[in-house]
Every structure is written in structure tokens, then in C-alpha cells.
T-cell receptor, first 112, second 111 residues
Framework: KAGVTQTPRYLIKTRGQQVTLSCSPI?????VSWYQQTPGQGLQFLFE???????NKGNFPGRFSGRQFSNSRSEMNVSTLELGDSALYLC???????????FGQGTRLTVV | GESVGLHLPTLSVQEGDNSIINCAYS??????FIWYKQESGKGPQFIID?????DKRQGQRVTVLLNKTVKHLSLQIAATQPGDSAVYFC??????????FGTGTRLQVFP
């Protein structure tokens, strides 16, 4: 079966802009988690959605937001982009929760 | 899409040898642990998991050991192959809460 699909794979944005990233989970998975990966901070948890509700949230500013649709697809949005937001954004899906999660290939966001 | 930064600990092994990658976790209440492998340009790939009621679990060529007393997790790879070269992350979780990742270890396999 198809894995976790993230779009787009690469994105370049200017400071101050906003961006929306998309994640399609594995069929049947209802939990979608988002992570930010940077060389300095490693993999950090952003938030997790289950059945369209945010269940967990990491320590990121309010500029980072997300949502989940009834088909379990999820989007994350970053507003007022900063240079430090440049990172690989990873989405993971699982059946029940953020554990036992399978990751997509990520979206590489570069803010210039 | 490189996976990690410049200052990861690195383990270099010869092809065919066994590899042991170690991880210290932070939360004594964590009850679930996962090992992921991340190759350049790819997202983390699930390798093996273990719950806190176990101290050892084996997969195909991999074994995870959990020592709750010292909050230590290890991943053993038998007969390491060039395709095993990647960055390996351990992650911990408390009761299906978020995953908290370690900093990662780069495994380099030499012929």
C-alpha cells in the first residue's frame, strides 16, 4: 500500500511569507504528526492530529498551525516565515497515535 | 534532503561486523521506544520498537535492548552491510504521547 505522501518536496519562500504543507497518511491511519528537523535541533515534535482534533502540541510559536480533514489528510501552516524556519518538515502517520509511526519523505523548506 | 547536521557521533564498522548503536533516554516514565533509520534525502524509516515491559526484542538482523535502570537503549545490527549506512535515531514516548527523538548516530560501513 502507498506510504505517507508529503507535498511539495521542496519549497523556497521569502521572510514574512506564509506556507502550507500537505501530508496524506497511509490509508486507514487516523493519526498524523508533524516534526521539524534541523541540523542544530534535530527532530522536534510540532503537533499531532487524530480524527480532525489536535491532541498534542510541541513547543513551537503560534505561527505554526495545522489541521486535519475528515479523510485524515493534514496540512500545516507557517505564517510570517523567519530564516530559522528553514528545515525539513516531516509528517508521520499511524493507526492510533504518534507512536508506531511511519514517516513521509518530508518537505524541504528554505526561507530566504 | 540531508537528514542531520555536522556534529553527529559516528560509528564506523567494517562490512560483516556487528554494530551497536547506543542511546540514553531522558524520561523514566517513557514506556515505548523506537529505532529509526534515516538515509540521505529520505524520511526516517521504522526499524524496530520495544515496550517498557520487555528488555529485549529481535527483528531481522536487528536486536533492541532496553535497560530501564540506567535509561539506556541499544540497537544491535548483525552482519552490517553497506546498505545499513545511515543515521539512526532512537525515540521515546510516554503513553502514546509525542515521540521525543535523540540526536542520532551516523553509521558508516566500510568494505
Amino acid at each position: 500500500k502507498a506510504g505517507v505522501t508529503q507535498t511539495p518536496r521542496y519549497l523556497i519562500k521569502t521572510r514574512g511569507q506564509q506556507v502550507t504543507l500537505s501530508c496524506s497518511p497511509i490509508s486507514g491511519h487516523r493519526s498524523v504528526s508533524w516534526y521539524q528537523q534541523t541540523p542544530g535541533q534535530g527532530l522536534q515534535f510540532l503537533f499531532e492530529y487524530f480524527s480532525e482534533t489536535q491532541r498534542n502540541k510541541g513547543n513551537f510559536p503560534g505561527r505554526f498551525s495545522g489541521r486535519q480533514f475528515s479523510n485524515s489528510r493534514s496540512e500545516m501552516n507557517v505564517s510570517t516565515l523567519e530564516l530559522g524556519d528553514s528545515a525539513l518538515y516531516l509528517c508521520a502517520s499511524s493507526y492510533r497515535g504518534p507512536t508506531e509511526a511511519f514517516f513521509g519523505q518530508g518537505t524541504r523548506l528554505t526561507v530566504v | 534532503g540531508e537528514s542531520v547536521g555536522l556534529h553527529l557521533p559516528t560509528l564506523s564498522v567494517q562490512e560483516g561486523d556487528n554494530s551497536i548503536i547506543n542511546c540514553a533516554y531522558s524520561n523514566s516514565a517513557s514506556d515505548y521506544f523506537i529505532w529509526y533509520k534515516q538515509e540521505s534525502g529520505k524520511g526516517p524509516q521504522f526499524i524496530i520498537d520495544i515496550r517498557s515491559n520487555m528488555d529485549k526484542r529481535q527483528g531481522q538482523r536487528v536486536t533492541v535492548l532496553l535497560n530501564k535502570t540506567v535509561k539506556h537503549l541499544s540497537l544491535q545490527i548483525a552482519a552490517t552491510q553497506p546498505g545499513d549506512s545511515a543515521v539512526y535515531f532512537c525515540a521515546e514516548s510516554n503513553n502514546t504521547d509525542k515521540l521525543i527523538f535523540g540526536t542520532g548516530t551516523r553509521l558508516q560501513v566500510f568494505p
